[in-house]
């Protein structure tokens, strides 16, 4: 089992940036794929961001295209989304997840999450 702990989350303004983290409690992370997802209230569990296990590939949603980057560090075990100018819509839950299917856009594919961290964007 891999543990998933995020954090980075916070209160922005509107056009501000945030970069969230996410460790991992196993030296085998750099043997997973992994994804963001974010989760606002009231809405269903929506794919942002994610990157092979090299780190090689990323793919992003069209809602983050442009202002979203995901990365990885396998030495140290984190995942990371940095997050630029960011809108009031981009406010959420923010989940890192575990995948055996690189790319995957859905929840169900991805095995192990997070807690999640909140992003709060202000107008």
């Known amino acids: 089992q891999v543990q998933l702990v995020e954090s980075g989350g916070g209160l922005v303004q509107a056009g501000g940036s945030l970069r969230l983290s996410c460790a991992a409690s196993?030296?085998?992370?750099?043997?997973?794929?992994m994804g963001w997802f974010r989760q606002a209230p009231g809405k269903e569990r929506e794919f942002v961001a994610a990157i092979t296990w090299s780190g090689s590939s990323t793919y992003v949603a069209d809602s983050v295209k442009g202002r979203f980057t995901i990365s990885r560090d396998n030495a140290k075990n984190t995942l990371y989304l940095q997050m630029n100018s960011l809108k009031p819509e981009d406010t959420a839950v923010y989940h890192c997840?575990?995948?055996?299917?690189?790319?995957?856009?859905?929840?169900?594919?991805?095995?192990?999450w997070g807690q999640g961290t909140q992003v709060t964007v202000s107008s």
């Open positions: 196993r030296r085998t992370f750099s043997n997973y794929a």
């Open positions: 997840a575990v995948t055996l299917v690189p790319l995957s856009t859905w929840p169900y594919q991805y095995k192990y």
